[in-house]
Each structure stands twice: as structure tokens, then as C-alpha cells.
Nanobody
């Protein structure tokens, strides 16, 4: 089992910044992808960004240039630096750890980000 604990959400004004963190613990595989997804009320959960152990990244088009994902493999932690936040970024942000070839797919409980206009 793997446990994922997110932190860093909160209320911020439009144009502001937040940094999310997600720490993984437990039986962590040697190679995995970590990512951030978000789900706004009444909408599906969508990918925000993900990063491989080697540092390769993918971003959703809606946040490119504003958000940056990074990870510290020594701490099994992934970060999401969010700048120039917009009201449409308001959502619950979920951390994910995945190794598809092993059927491994874990989720955190989520952290709420609210951006006021």
C-alpha cells in the first residue's frame, strides 16, 4: 500500500500563487509517475501535470506557462507550483502515483484550491 498526503491548498486571490506538496509513503515502487489532477464541482477529474522519475513532464494546455511540477525522489514528494492563478483553477487537486505496468494507481484525498476574482 502507498499513502499520499497532499498539502498547500487554500484560498487565494486571482493572480496569486500557491504551492502544493504531496508526500508518498509505504510500499513505493522503484519507478513511478507522480501527477496532479483536479476536479471542479460537477466536472470530471482531469490531468493537470505529471512527472516521471527521470523528470520528464506533461502539462495540460490550460495551465502551461503558469504551473510547474517538480519532484524530490529522495523524499518521494511531488510539488505543484501554481502562479497567475485564475478563478477557473478552483478545484480539488488530487495527487496520483502510478506505475501502469504493475497495475499500481494510488490517489490522495485531495486538497481544495479556491481562487477568488
Amino acid at each position: 500500500q502507498v499513502q499520499l498526503v497532499e498539502s498547500g491548498g487554500g484560498l487565494v486571490q486571482s493572480g496569486g500563487s500557491l504551492r502544493l506538496s504531496c508526500a508518498a509513503s509505504g510500499s513505493i515502487p522503484s519507478s513511478y509517475v507522480m501527477g496532479w489532477y483536479r476536479q471542479a464541482p460537477g466536472k470530471q477529474r482531469d490531468l493537470v501535470a505529471r512527472i516521471t522519475r527521470d523528470g520528464n513532464t506533461n502539462y495540460a494546455d490550460s495551465i502551461k506557462g503558469r504551473f510547474t511540477i517538480s519532484r524530490d525522489n529522495t523524499k518521494n514528494t511531488v510539488y505543484l507550483q501554481m502562479n497567475s492563478l485564475k478563478p477557473e483553477d478552483t478545484a480539488v487537486y488530487f495527487c496520483n502515483l502510478r506505475r501502469t505496468s504493475f497495475g499500481i494507481d494510488y490517489w490522495g484525498k485531495g486538497t481544495l484550491v479556491t481562487v477568488s476574482s
